[in-house]
């Protein structure tokens, strides 16, 4: 139980660095962990991934509010975008959350992998930017992006940040902007996510001890908590990094995320 409760604590100081920092709730160190932590005390496969991403999705909640207000206290969170992208994103993710139960773990890994290194490409490569620059000021493209991000956040369990920090410079928000208003965006997602998960996992069986639904307490207090405490020095340390190093920073830890996550999948 021991290394189980530090394995959270860990967890936690890293997705709150990483929340602050890139502007995502963490979601990506939170699943595979957190997976890999249930594994180990014998709820593994279907039932551990999908405890894994529905706690993360949970999780992020604290983190993004904490997040998104460092960034806001520096004027780093853009309102009119923020408006314009939390309704849309709560009902698709609502809609994916529900729906998660259909999936197996395997294909949630799978996505959450292909998705990280799509998006790393995109960095080095922006080909999503030179598309978006000509339809930035559309309200139509922003709701459209809006619903695909909250569709596939649901089931990777991240508070989006992965997806829509990029997306949102690709539409001509400065990185450090992007990264405040994606950190923002994700507190709808996770709210709406934990939610599809709280009712498509509230019958299911086999799950660790002190859950509900799919979300697993003990993970969200410890991991959540620590994490809360952390972004804001996540959020400074990203604000005193040139945008250049921000992105290069972002893709690493994104082919990182798809590697673990493709092998999981795939790998045995």
């Known amino acids: 139980m021991i290394p189980f409760v530090a394995g959270l604590l860990l967890t936690g100081a890293l997705s709150g660095i990483l929340a602050g920092l890139l502007g995502i709730g963490g979601g990506g160190i939170i699943v595979p962990a957190l997976a890999l932590a249930l594994a180990a005390m ?16 949970a ?26 992208w939390a309704p849309v994103i709560f009902l698709a993710t609502l809609a994916g959350g529900l ?14 992998g292909f998705m990280a290194f799509f998006i ?21 493209a922003h ?4 619903a695909i991000v909250g569709y596939l956040c649901a089931l990777m369990g991240t508070g989006g940040g992965a997806l829509t920090v990029p997306t949102l410079a690709a539409f001509g928000l400065s990185m450090h902007t992007a990264v405040g208003t994606g950190a923002a965006i994700g507190v709808p997602i996770a709210i709406a996510g934990t939610l599809g998960f709280l009712i498509s996992g509230w019958n299911a069986t086999g799950l660790p001890p002190f859950s509900l639904g799919y979300i697993n307490l003990p993970a ?11 972004a804001p020095m996540g959020a400074k340390l990203a604000h005193n990094l ?27």
Not at 61 to 84: E, F, N, Q, V
Not at 99 to 112: D, E, M, P, R
Not at 242 to 262: D, E, Q, R
């Open 143 to 146: 709701r459209v992006c809006a």
């Open 59 to 84: 999780i992020i909640i604290p983190i993004g509010i904490s997040s998104a207000r460092s960034h806001y206290m520096k004027g780093a969170l853009d309102i009119p975008t923020l408006k314009l």
């Open 220 to 230: 969200l207090v410890l991991i959540g908590g620590v994490a809360s405490l952390i």
């Open 242 to 268: 040139p945008a250049k190093t921000l992105k290069k920073v972002f893709a690493v830890f994104l082919i990182v995320v798809g590697v673990s996550m493709l092998w999981a999948a795939f790998g045995r």
């Open 120 to 140: 790393a490409a995109n960095i080095f490569l922006p080909f999503q930017q030179r598309l978006m620059s000509r339809i930035q000021g559309s309200s139509a």
């Open 99 to 112: 729906s998660a139960g259909f999936f197996s773990g395997k294909v949630l890994q799978a996505v959450l």
């Open 42 to 57: 014998g709820y593994g496969g279907n039932v551990g991934q999908h405890v894994a991403v529905a706690t993360s999705l």
